[in-house]
């Protein structure tokens, strides 16, 4: 075992590898199939998950400024009202990650559904909905370290934990004249489990003594996001889009169980047997969790559907975060993101033999501070991303499409005792449009 300043992190390979505490009540919707053992998803409320849409995210996240009249863009509600189609979409993430500390090194990944949205124009130009569900935290983590304790001699802890919060939806939006103002509300839950272990494993002992401190949270509460956007045409069907968006400061419902066991085993074939004692416990205390602030703001310039590039900010304000009226160590004041990208339609009169020029490629960057704060060091994050969209007809069409998009990047540092992490996502979406609602035509 190495000492504290080496942590090793290490993945277990199911639910079935932990202990049998966590079999009997842990109940997530993580995968089976695998989880991504990130060790900053200790604090707080774990990683935010990225609930932009698979083309988004290949134009690296610029989303608060982005609509099309075929394309769903939930991150930012107000753009409900530039569409002309009903259009159903959804995603599905896999990713992988690498995390670094010291010279350990652990890589896991995942495979799990990203969102899920249908969306339609009620009044073409004026009115939209969209109904839709993302996640928007995701907790998976398992670690260990030792320690020297005097008089005991060394000692093993383990810290592991897992869950998520998502969010379900209902979207309206409406507007005239370019303007358009939108919100998404709807019902946050979640639940999310953190424990930690102490076991002394010094041979010289007479016994070792262990303690097992578990927390449960389950969360349930009313949620919402607004947006605002102007989109104005210029000539040669050239646009500027402007847009905002903003979650004010929440707070979400929750319900805790947690205790503390402590205790002593034998040791060396000690006759004597185990020893253990709750040293407290309690049952579904409820109490709130405050989420911060966030606010965004975009802009983007195109023409038509054969171009779009745009430049995209979000800022959440961290220092308002709290559980039971409580702050929590390792979340730090503030996070930020800036990003910038674009699509690019090659000829968007294409004929069937021209496939590859109708497809529509995508490219991004973004950089940013997480909201942890660990050891007086932030957490800072970059990446670079691509994208395509192969549309279902070998010409350029709104019937539908594949959305592909592949997310590079490196989080964290391995200084101060701290981990980094090297990750690639790759999100895969389908498209499907058709036109609803619309007023027959007689002779």
Same mark, same amino acid.
């Given at each position: 075992?190495?000492?504290?300043?080496?942590?090793?992190?290490?993945?277990?390979?199911?639910?079935?590898?932990?202990?049998?505490?966590?079999?009997?009540?842990?109940?997530?919707?993580?995968?089976?199939?695998?989880?991504?053992?990130?060790?900053?998803?200790?604090?707080?409320?774990?990683?935010?998950?990225?609930?932009?849409?698979?083309?988004?995210?290949?134009?690296?996240?610029?989303?608060?400024?982005?609509?099309?009249?075929?394309?769903?863009?939930?991150?930012?509600?107000?753009?409900?009202?530039?569409?002309?189609?009903?259009?159903?979409?959804?995603?599905?993430?896999?990713?992988?990650?690498?995390?670094?500390?010291?010279?350990?090194?652990?890589?896991?990944?995942?495979?799990?559904?990203?969102?899920?949205?249908?969306?339609?124009?009620?009044?073409?130009?004026?009115?939209?909905?969209?109904?839709?569900?993302?996640?928007?935290?995701?907790?998976?983590?398992?670690?260990?370290?030792?320690?020297?304790?005097?008089?005991?001699?060394?000692?093993?802890?383990?810290?592991?934990?897992?869950?998520?919060?998502?969010?379900?939806?209902?979207?309206?939006?409406?507007?005239?004249?370019?303007?358009?103002?939108?919100?998404?509300?709807?019902?946050?839950?979640?639940?999310?489990?953190?424990?930690?272990?102490?076991?002394?494993?010094?041979?010289?002992?007479?016994?070792?003594?262990?303690?097992?401190?578990?927390?449960?949270?389950?969360?349930?509460?009313?949620?919402?996001?607004?947006?605002?956007?102007?989109?104005?045409?210029?000539?040669?069907?050239?646009?500027?889009?402007?847009?905002?968006?903003?979650?004010?400061?929440?707070?979400?419902?929750?319900?805790?169980?947690?205790?503390?066991?402590?205790?002593?085993?034998?040791?060396?074939?000690?006759?004597?047997?185990?020893?253990?004692?709750?040293?407290?416990?309690?049952?579904?205390?409820? !109490?709130?969790? =405050?989420? &911060?602030?966030?606010?965004?703001? *975009?802009?983007? %310039?195109?023409?038509?559907?054969? +171009?779009? $590039? #745009?430049?995209?900010?979000?800022?959440?304000?961290?220092?308002?975060?709290?559980?039971?009226?409580?702050?929590?160590?390792?979340?730090?004041?503030?996070?930020?993101?800036?990003?910038? !990208?674009?699509? =690019?339609? &090659?000829?968007?009169?294409?004929? *069937?033999?021209? %496939?590859?020029?109708?497809?529509? +490629?995508? $490219? #991004?960057?973004?950089?940013?501070?997480?909201?942890?704060?660990?050891?007086?060091?932030?957490?800072?994050?970059?990446?670079?991303?691509?994208?395509?969209?192969?549309?279902?007809?070998?010409?350029?069409?709104?019937?539908?499409?594949?959305?592909?998009?592949?997310?590079?990047?490196?989080?964290?540092?391995?200084?101060?005792?701290?981990?980094?992490?090297?990750?690639?996502?790759?999100?895969?979406?389908?498209?499907?449009?058709?036109?609803?609602?619309?007023?027959?035509?007689?002779?």
């Amino acid at each position: 075992m190495r000492n504290n300043k080496h942590l090793a992190f290490f993945l277990f390979l199911s639910l079935s590898a932990t202990t049998s505490w966590s079999q009997a009540t842990v109940n997530t919707n993580e995968p089976k199939s695998g989880r991504i053992n990130s060790p900053y998803s200790r604090f707080g409320i774990g990683n935010m998950a990225d609930n932009r849409s698979a083309g988004l995210r290949g134009m690296g996240g610029t989303a608060n400024g982005y609509a099309k009249d075929y394309t769903i863009n939930a991150y930012n509600p107000a753009s409900y009202t530039y569409l002309n189609r009903t259009t159903l979409e959804f995603a599905i993430d896999m990713q992988s990650n690498s995390a670094r500390i010291g010279e350990d090194v652990t890589k896991s990944g995942t495979f799990t559904i990203s969102q899920f949205n249908l969306a339609f124009p009620i009044k073409k130009g004026n009115l939209g909905m969209n109904i839709g569900y993302t996640p928007i935290s995701k907790v998976y983590y398992n670690a260990a370290d030792s320690i020297m304790v005097p008089g005991l001699g060394q000692a093993a802890r383990t810290y592991n934990g897992e869950g998520n919060l998502n969010f379900a939806y209902l979207g309206l939006s409406g507007g005239t004249k370019g303007f358009s103002v939108g919100v998404n509300a709807g019902y946050l839950f979640g639940n999310i489990r953190n424990s930690s272990y102490f076991n002394v494993v010094d041979s010289n002992a007479n016994y070792t003594r262990n303690t097992d401190a578990s927390r449960k949270d389950i969360y349930g509460g009313l949620y919402w996001k607004g947006g605002l956007m102007y989109r104005a045409t210029m000539k040669n069907s050239q646009y500027i889009s402007v847009g905002a968006t903003a979650t004010l400061s929440q707070k979400v419902n929750s319900s805790r169980t947690e205790y503390f066991v402590a205790g002593t085993d034998t040791a060396l074939n000690n006759p004597l047997g185990a020893i253990t004692d709750t040293v407290s416990a309690s049952y579904d205390r409820k !109490g709130k969790m =405050v989420l &911060p602030t966030e606010l965004g703001f *975009g802009i983007h %310039y195109g023409k038509g559907n054969n +171009y779009d $590039f #745009g430049l995209d900010i979000t800022y959440a304000d961290w220092s308002v975060f709290k559980r039971y009226d409580a702050s929590e160590t390792g979340v730090g004041k503030n996070a930020y993101r800036l990003a910038i !990208g674009g699509e =690019v339609v &090659p000829n968007v009169k294409a004929t *069937g033999k021209e %496939y590859f020029a109708a497809m529509t +490629y995508r $490219f #991004g960057a973004y950089y940013g501070k997480d909201y942890y704060y660990i050891n007086g060091t932030n957490i800072n994050y970059y990446g670079l991303t691509l994208g395509a969209q192969l549309p279902f007809k070998p010409t350029y069409d709104q019937s539908g499409a594949l959305n592909l998009s592949l997310d590079m990047g490196n989080r964290g540092t391995i200084n101060n005792n701290l981990a980094k992490e090297f990750y690639v996502k790759f999100t895969l979406g389908l498209r499907f449009n058709d036109l609803w609602f619309r007023r027959p035509k007689y002779d």
